[in-house]
Each structure stands twice: as C-alpha cells, then as structure tokens.
C-alpha cells in the first residue's frame, strides 16, 4: 500500500472519517427499531432479497454532502448511490448499514462503514455502531475501539492451529454452490466453533481478539475497504482467497493470526482454483 499521506494527514482524514461516522450516526439511529418501509434492490450476495431503507439513504446522503463541502477533489463510492470520480487519487468508500437486514429486524449487528483509499487501497477505515454506541478505527496509525466510555488498542489473538480457530461467515448460502460449498464445509468441520450472522461486526471482533477468522463470498468493495485497515493495524491479515489483495472484494478471508490464515487458505484457494 502506497503511504501518499503524511501522519499529520492521515490523523486529520481519521477525524475527518470520524465526523462522516457522527452524520451517518445522527441519521440512522432515529430509525432503528422502528416500523419502516423497506425497499428491495433485488438480486445481491447470496439472496434473491436486497433490503434498503430510508435510514440508508439518508445515512450515505449526510456522507456525501459533507464529502462534496470538505473535499471536492475526491472521488465517493457508495452502496447506494454509486460512484462519484474525483479529480485526485483519494476515494470515499461508504457503507450506510452494513448488514441492513441485522437492521430492519432489530438486531444491532449491523455498522456504517467507511474508508478513504487510493488506488493501492484503503488508508483508513472506520466501523461505527450507533446504537451500541461502539466505533472502530484502523490506519497506519494504529487501530482502537471505543465502546461508550472506555478505549484502547485493538489487537487480534494468537491461533496457531485450525483446530483452536473460531470461525465466522455472514451466511452459509454464499458457499452453496460447489466447490465451494464442500471446501468451507472441510473447513468447518476443522475448526473449534463457527458461527454465521454478524456482517461486519465479526470482523471487529476479529480485530478485537475474540474471533480467528471470516469467512465470506461475493463482497462488494464498499463491504470490506474499511474493515482491511482496522485488521491489518490490530496485526491480522485480509486476503482474497488466493492470497491477493481484498480490495475489489468477492472471495475474501481475514485471520487474526498469519499461520491460521496460511492453513484456511490453503482449503480455500482450492475452490479459488476450480471457480
């Protein structure tokens, strides 16, 4: 990844990156819990169902509006409203709520997403969780959680062995055709628990040092450009499954240790192969 950015630079994005996490905060989190409509975007992921609300939307909008006044140079990319080009290098990648449909059933394992990239990557990455009142931040910088009142750095555990790997998938459905299908169950079964829900929350588990690895298929870039910085600053890795860069997303694995992300990978890059 390429360091175009000064530290002083870089911390100034972070709190930028972090003002856009308050706007989206401030938008999403009068509709939480509540009777919305929701709209279906159709076929996406591993469902014919795509959710959006109005929580969303007005989420992104708050992003970009401030985007457009602070920074008028740079390129958005966002889930819902597409791709605004710039006239430099840097990009917003914006998620409103990933995992809307954790949101609309009232479940808050859901997060706004955010990062600034160049065309090496991300730079800077933030998960923020309103209502848990939970934020995440990753960068060169470091990477540090703040639930409520309490803060610290992020740092992802030690797992030598599959065997000892908790493991985390958004859903089963995204390996329901082969092979990979029969390779993520090989790699279930090898492992000491697994879990599926959780979007990008699992992920910040990861980094926080409670979970070893995720497991997902058929990202979109904005699903996974904030999360590559926070992993990778709290010492883990973020591959796709043949070991390359995760930023144009799809196929994607995060490991908290290299040496169990070296073994997954090892099952995995067989389906890579095949597909």
């Known amino acids: 990844m390429e360091n175009t950015l000064s530290d002083d630079e870089l911390s100034d994005y972070l709190d930028f990156a972090e003002t856009l996490a308050d706007a989206a905060r401030a938008a999403i989190a009068p509709h ?9 975007k159709g ?6 169902y795509d959710p959006v609300t109005i929580a969303d939307r007005q989420a992104e909008e708050a992003m970009r509006v401030l985007i457009r ?13 597409g791709h605004e080009k710039g006239t430099c290098d840097l990009t917003w990648v914006l998620d409103p709520i990933d995992g809307t449909r954790a949101f609309i059933t009232g479940v808050p394992l859901w997060g706004t997403l955010i990062a ?6 991300p730079l800077l990455g933030v998960v923020d969780q309103p209502f848990l009142r939970e934020r995440f931040t990753g960068s060169r910088l470091g990477s540090r959680y703040v ?3 309490e803060s610290g750095d992020l740092c992802t555990r030690p797992c030598a062995e599959l065997g000892d790997a908790v493991l985390y998938c958004t859903h089963p459905d995204m390996f329901a055709a082969e092979p990979e299908h029969s390779i993520f169950e090989d790699l279930r079964g090898r492992v000491r628990m697994s879990r599926f829900s ?5 992920y910040c588990m990861l980094a926080f040092g409670l979970v070893d690895l995720v497991i997902d298929a058929e990202l979109k870039p904005w699903d996974i450009h904030a999360l590559i910085p926070i992993i990778e600053a709290a010492g883990g890795v973020v591959s796709d499954w043949t070991g390359g860069p995760a930023v144009d997303g799809g196929k994607v694995i995060a ?7 070296q073994a997954a990978l090892e099952l995995l890059s067989k389906a890579a192969a095949r597909g």
């Not at 939480?32 to 279906?40: A, G, H, P, T, Y």
């Not at 006044?69 to 409203?81: D, K, Q, T, V």
């Not at 490991?255 to 992300?261: F, K, L, M, V």
């Open 32 to 40: 939480f819990r509540q009777q919305l409509v929701i709209d279906d």
């Open 43 to 48: 076929r996406s992921l591993y469902s014919d």
């Open 69 to 81: 006044e602070a920074y008028p140079s740079h390129g958005i990319l966002g889930e819902e409203n």
């Open 116 to 121: 600034l990239s160049n065309r090496s990557g």
């Open 147 to 149: 639930f409520a009142d």
């Open 198 to 202: 959780g979007d990008c929350y699992s």
């Open 255 to 261: 490991a908290g240790d290299s040496r169990t992300h």
